[in-house]
């Protein structure tokens, strides 16, 4: 049986929330996602319960901590069919997983004139990191362009994936787009040539089952709080040896093995990459989404999503809106990011909200993209297990109330 998204909102008591007399229309999970009950309750269970810090106490709770702590870490491997739970970093999310691999391995190994590739549709954390390596490292920034329906533009790929590249950096869904680059192909070409790839998982492991195995990339980030997680949940999957190479990121308690005036060494990978507190109960709460995910089953989710997608976009167009992003939703997410007659996304947004509808209006950290397709922002729909087709007509409803409200 598929998802049944109604059955699903039970689980999430935001959901009871009644916004200026409307129900909630919760249409921004690209931005983040909300919460279901497990989560909550794994959370503040660790509070109430085993509070200590890990890795550190002999004591009762402390061994607690530290068993709940590495446990979600183990969670997170087997999900992402990582090859042991050695080879997750427990992070904030995508961006501190993106700066940590841009400084710990970009900075070490980058050089002048080595080339690292990323894609116009980026978001700026997969951007402004490596800006910032190759500005220390002399190394120069290429980009992979865009076509006109949103999906990367290949025809080139010879001349910008070369033996200069060290690095290709890419997402695998676009936050702005929706539109999901071919990961596989792209791996193999840049191996070819030997650079490692980092996939963005930002967007694509919160909707789609990911095997990093199987897809052999060397670097993937993913961010707990856009998959039912807490927020300053998520992690970075990388490949042992990578990890092994690398220098640390931040420095601190718990990730060195001596300490002297002069200098230090450090622990072996993940802890190397693990300074100081952790977020403890953040990471228990996102071991707790990622068994809710599962339970439901992400290829149930997939569907779920692509059927809404398509149920968005197909009403949208027929209202004369202009999608930003492919409309086929067979290599696509359900971030829906389009324009409506000449009304400001911002406009748009407010009036929205009031009738309890959630999107988001702006430039979506992607301006690159923006640039690419000539407009200053969009307004962004996206979708999520919990989201219905009521709430896809809420939107359209919305849109011609605002329509009749600004005019032509
Ligand atoms: N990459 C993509 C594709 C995103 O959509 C986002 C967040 O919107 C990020 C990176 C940054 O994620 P975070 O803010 O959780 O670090």
Not at 265 to 279: C, L, Q, V
Not at 364 to 370: E, F, G, S, Y
Request: hydrophobic share 45%.
């Amino acid at each position: 049986m598929g998802l049944d998204p109604v059955a699903v909102r039970e689980d999430f008591p935001i959901f009871q929330r009644v916004i200026d007399g409307h129900r909630l229309v919760y249409l921004d999970s690209a931005a983040t996602s909300h919460k279901p009950n497990v989560v909550l309750e794994a959370e503040a269970d660790f509070y109430r319960m085993h509070n200590a810090n890990a890795h550190r106490a002999i004591y009762t709770l402390g061994e607690e901590a530290t068993e709940l702590f590495e446990g979600a870490r183990a969670t997170l491997a087997l999900f992402l069919g990582a090859p042991s739970p050695a080879t997750i970093v427990s992070t904030r999310g995508t961006t501190e997983s993106i700066n940590l691999v841009a400084h710990g391995w970009g900075r070490k190994f980058l050089k002048p004139g080595d080339q690292v590739l990323l894609t116009e549709m980026e978001h700026h954390s997969n951007i402004v990191p490596w800006q910032l390596a190759a500005a220390a490292t002399g190394a120069e920034l290429r980009y992979i362009p865009l076509t006109d329906d949103g999906h990367l533009d290949l025809t080139d790929i010879e001349q910008l994936l070369t033996e200069r590249t060290k690095v290709l950096a890419v997402t695998g869904m676009s936050n702005v787009l929706g539109s999901m680059p071919p990961l596989r192909l792209l791996i193999d070409a840049a191996h070819a040539v030997g650079a490692v790839v980092l996939v963005d998982g930002a967007q694509l492991v919160p909707h789609h089952a990911v095997d990093v195995a199987a897809l052999d990339c060397d670097f993937l980030t993913f961010s707990g709080h856009k998959m039912l997680g807490p927020t300053a949940s998520g992690g970075l999957y990388g490949k042992d040896e990578l990890l092994a190479s690398m220098d640390p990121f931040l420095g601190g308690g718990e990730m060195i093995m001596e300490v002297t005036r002069e200098g230090s060494t450090y622990k072996e990978p993940p802890f190397r990459f693990e300074a100081g507190t952790m977020n403890i109960a953040q990471q228990i709460g996102l071991a707790a989404a990622v068994r809710y995910l599962e339970a439901i089953g992400m290829d149930a989710i997939r569907e779920h999503e692509v059927a809404l997608t398509r149920y968005a976009i197909e009403g949208l167009q027929e209202m004369g809106a202009r999608i930003i992003g492919p409309t086929d939703t067979a290599a696509r997410g359900g971030e829906v990011s389009f324009s409506y007659r000449d009304i400001h996304p911002h406009d748009l947004a407010t009036s929205l909200s009031e009738d309890g509808i959630a999107v988001r209006a702006g430039h979506h950290c992607a301006q690159l993209v923006m640039r690419r397709f000539d407009v200053p922002a969009t307004t962004r729909a996206s979708l999520y297990l919990y989201n219905t087709t009521d709430d896809v007509d809420a939107l359209l409803d919305g849109l011609e109330k605002a329509g009749a409200f600004f005019g032509d």
